[in-house]
């Protein structure tokens, strides 16, 4: 059981350069989230989505595109990227929401760079 | 909107003493989870809490939930090197997804 996947776990990027980060979960959870961690910054939410074909923005949403065509699937944009998208950046999926308790399952981490 | 505060950001111990990291949140919560993060790992979740003035133990860890509903503390007693990591609290946000505290970095010095 693989729980959640992300690629690549490494990334350098030049300033202005595009890329897209992938997530994939296999325990048929309906929600998935993508997280960026910055030092002292906690965990901080960009994008969410409650359902295959849904999307919906989080805390700090600009710069970043997703999407979520298949359920298994959850896509991240950098269209693009600035320096400041230098970050961790976690994938996550869960059962139902956080209003629901539900726990939260993370993937490894994607650690990218922008020079 | 919803925020949730978690001090310290930092904390040095010596192997074996006491830990405690505190999360208050400005409202009410339903419902309160703890992780944690190994230096170089992802979070990991450890428990969850519901209901108000619960107390849960895990070993040496022990997670309490305020009486409101509105603060929680991780108590972790005699630390071990393999403690060491950054504890996050984490409670339903405005967008009723989970809202993340900064974490605090636990260090356990041998």
């Known amino acids: 059981n693989a729980g959640v996947t992300q690629t690549p776990k490494f990334r350098v990027l030049k300033t202005g350069q595009s890329m897209t980060l992938l997530c994939a979960q296999d325990m048929n959870h309906e929600y998935m989230y993508w997280y960026r961690q910055d030092p002292g910054m906690g965990l901080r939410l960009i994008h969410y989505s409650v359902g295959e074909g849904t999307t919906a923005k989080g805390e700090v949403p600009d710069g970043y595109n997703v999407s979520r065509l298949k359920k298994q699937n959850f896509l991240l944009g950098l269209e693009s990227a600035a320096p400041s998208q230098t970050s961790v950046y976690f994938c996550?999926?869960?059962?139902?929401?956080?209003?629901?308790?539900?726990?939260?399952?993370f993937g490894e981490g994607s650690w990218l760079t922008v020079v | 909107g919803q925020q949730v505060m978690q001090i310290p950001q930092y904390q040095h111990v010596q192997e074996g003493e006491d830990f405690t990291t505190y999360c208050n949140s400005s409202?009410?919560?339903?419902?309160i989870q703890w992780y944690k993060q190994r230096p170089g790992g992802h979070p990991v979740f450890l428990i969850q809490?519901?209901?108000?003035?619960e107390v849960k133990k895990q070993k040496r860890l022990t997670f309490q939930f305020g009486e409101a509903k509105k603060n929680s503390s991780l108590h972790i007693t005699a630390t071990q090197t393999t403690d060491v990591g950054t504890y996050f609290c984490a409670g339903p946000g405005s967008a009723r997804q989970l809202t993340f505290g900064s974490g605090t970095q636990l260090t356990v010095l041998p």
């Open positions: 409202t009410t919560l339903s419902n």
């Open positions: 996550a999926s869960s059962y139902a929401g956080g209003v629901a308790g539900n726990t939260i399952y």
């Open positions: 809490l519901v209901k108000s003035g």
